[in-house]
C-alpha cells in the first residue's frame, strides 16, 4: 500500500462547477496534511495546509481533513480554466523531517 | 517570507560528463533542505534531504551525492552522468512543517 494514495485523473469539471480532489494516507500518526499546485513545466506551489480535522477554507479553496478515516480533500469552487493543473497531496513525517507525496491529481477545467 | 534560488534553469549535459547543480535560500535560517526529481510525467522523488550544515540524507541509492557547505545552500552533484538522471530537479527548503520549492532545473542528458 502506498503511503499517500491520490486517483491521477484527469478529473474534468466545467467552469464554475466545484472540483473535489482526494486523498487517502497510511500512516494514522501523521498530523499536518499539505495540497500543492503543479502547473506543467512549472514547479509546485504550496496553496493550503491542515492540521486539525474539519474544514479550512482559503478563498475559494477548502481543505477537509479526517483523522479517523485517514482522508484529506481539497474542493475549489467556481472552478476555472487557470486551476486546470495536477494537484499534488502531502503528508509530513514528524519522525523522518519529510514530507510524503502523493502521485497528484490532474485537474481539467472545460471553459 | 522565504525565497528559493536555483540555476541553472535549463541544461544539457552529454553522458559521463560531471553535473553541479546550486540551491540558495533567502528569508530564513536552518531550514530544513531537500533535493527531489521530477521524470517527465511522473510524480516527485526525493533524492536527499539535509536538516543541518554537512548532514544528508540519502533516499535513493544512485550515482548523485549533494553537499550542504553552508546553512543556505545545497548542492547536488554527481561524477558522470546517465541517460536516466534527466529530468525536472527541484529544491525545497522547510523552517517548520511548510515546505516550499525552488523554480528548478530542467536536465536533458543526451
Known amino acids: 500500500q502506498k503511503e499517500v494514495e491520490q486517483n491521477s485523473g484527469p478529473l474534468s469539471v466545467p467552469e464554475g462547477a466545484i472540483a473535489s480532489l482526494n486523498c487517502t494516507y497510511s500512516?494514522?500518526?501523521?498530523?499536518?496534511f499539505f495540497w500543492y499546485r503543479q502547473y506543467s513545466g512549472k514547479s509546485p506551489e504550496l496553496i493550503m495546509f491542515?492540521?486539525?480535522?474539519g474544514d479550512k477554507e482559503d478563498g475559494r479553496f477548502t481543505a477537509q481533513l479526517n483523522k479517523a478515516s485517514q482522508y484529506v480533500s481539497l474542493l475549489i469552487r467556481d472552478s476555472q480554466p487557470s486551476d486546470s493543473a495536477t494537484y499534488l497531496c502531502?503528508?509530513?513525517?514528524?519522525?523522518?523531517?519529510?514530507?510524503?507525496f502523493g502521485s497528484g491529481t490532474r485537474l481539467l477545467v472545460r471553459p | 517570507s522565504q525565497t528559493i534560488h536555483q540555476w541553472p534553469a535549463t541544461l544539457v549535459q552529454p553522458v559521463g560528463s560531471p553535473l553541479s547543480l546550486e540551491c540558495t535560500v533567502e528569508?530564513?535560517?536552518?531550514?530544513?533542505l531537500y533535493w527531489y526529481r521530477q521524470a517527465a510525467g511522473r510524480g516527485l522523488q526525493l533524492l536527499f534531504y539535509?536538516?543541518?550544515?554537512?548532514?544528508i540524507s540519502s533516499e535513493v541509492p544512485q550515482n548523485l551525492s549533494a553537499s550542504r557547505p553552508q546553512d543556505r545552500q545545497f548542492i547536488l552533484s554527481s561524477k558522470k552522468l546517465l541517460l536516466s538522471d534527466s529530468g525536472f530537479y527541484l529544491c525545497?527548503?522547510?523552517?517548520?512543517?511548510?515546505?516550499?520549492f525552488g523554480p528548478g532545473t530542467r536536465l536533458t542528458v543526451t
Open positions: 502531502a503528508v509530513w513525517m514528524d519522525s523522518s523531517y519529510k514530507l510524503i
Open positions: 500512516d494514522r500518526g501523521s498530523q499536518s
Open positions: 491542515i492540521y486539525s480535522n
Open positions: 528569508g530564513t535560517s536552518n531550514p530544513n
Open positions: 539535509s536538516v543541518g550544515i554537512g548532514q
Open positions: 525545497a527548503a522547510a523552517s517548520s512543517y511548510e515546505q516550499y
